[in-house]
């Protein structure tokens, strides 16, 4: 199965995300590698902690068990990419759902630790390669559409550094700008880079630049319409700069108790709760 062109490109600049990137204080809960502040600017991870606290707070980002939402692309004011995930954060279950350009529709339930689990096309069970090849690219919406959605929240991952690049006006906004570059052995693709403008009043982040690598021409996208769920506020849309794109994120759930019947699949009658 081929990932289709716009995703390929929406996925391009966030592969370095992976499972093992939590934030800090949830790497230091299950012992895991912790971000490194003697690698990054003492006034950037000043910023970057402010940025968690105007968002909730680690402890509020911490006891979110549950996660749902859908990854809606627009373009030209139609819809053209729609899925739905869900994310059992306490086992790290994941499921994920969605129709393809061809018209398929695509099913995966998994571990996002295994990696393994239960695929389905059209309502029919997945076997062999088509499995595997089915799992690997709902990993990769994974790795993507949550990065798009919780960066705000990962500037302080194992790996991350954290430098200031100073202050910047736009459209009569004041803002201190963060850069977000990772280790060289971090990730997929350790090379990207981000740039991330943070309101000098409110401490939330309203744009970011993406860089492929240091010296390439950036992709930027305002962060908008910015709300309370839970606990926690996330931005429900994402337009590009001189583009008739759009990423728009819906039926945002963010709750303490997860329904475990989302993850279950008795049969393939139901596979298709979209």
């Not at 943070?198 to 390439?216: P, S």
């Amino acid at each position: 199965m081929k990932i289709p062109t716009l995703l390929l490109l929406i996925l391009a600049p966030l592969l370095s995300l992976s499972c093992q990137k939590t934030s800090d204080q949830t790497a230091s809960n299950l012992g895991q590698k912790q971000f490194d502040p003697s690698k990054s600017d003492p006034q950037a991870i000043q910023i970057a902690d402010e940025v968690m606290v105007a968002l909730g707070g680690y402890e509020n980002f911490a006891a979110v068990n549950y996660l749902s939402f859908h990854f809606v692309v627009v373009v030209d004011s139609q819809k053209t990419s729609d899925w739905r995930h869900d994310w059992d954060r306490r086992k790290n279950n994941y499921r994920v759902e969605g129709i393809t350009r061809d018209g398929d529709h695509l099913l995966a339930i998994f571990n996002l630790d295994s990696r393994d689990g239960v695929a389905f096309k059209n309502g029919q069970t997945l076997d062999g390669e088509e499995k595997i090849q089915l799992l690997k690219r709902a990993y990769a919406r994974y790795i993507n559409d949550t990065f798009w959605l919780l960066m705000p929240f990962k500037l302080k991952d194992p790996g991350a550094v954290l430098q200031y690049d100073g202050a910047q006006e736009i459209n009569e906004v004041n803002y201190d700008v963060l850069r977000l570059s990772y280790a060289d052995s971090v990730g997929l693709t350790p090379h990207n880079i981000y740039r991330l403008f943070v309101d000098q009043n409110t401490r939330i982040i309203h744009r970011w630049e993406y860089f492929e690598k240091a010296g390439a021409a950036p992709a930027a996208a305002w962060w908008e319409k910015w709300q309370k769920y839970g606990n926690i506020k996330l931005a429900g849309l994402r337009g590009f700069e001189n583009s008739n794109r759009q990423i728009l994120f819906t039926d945002i759930i963010a709750a303490a108790e997860v329904d475990e019947k989302i993850f279950e699949v008795a049969s393939t009658s139901q596979a298709g709760m979209f």
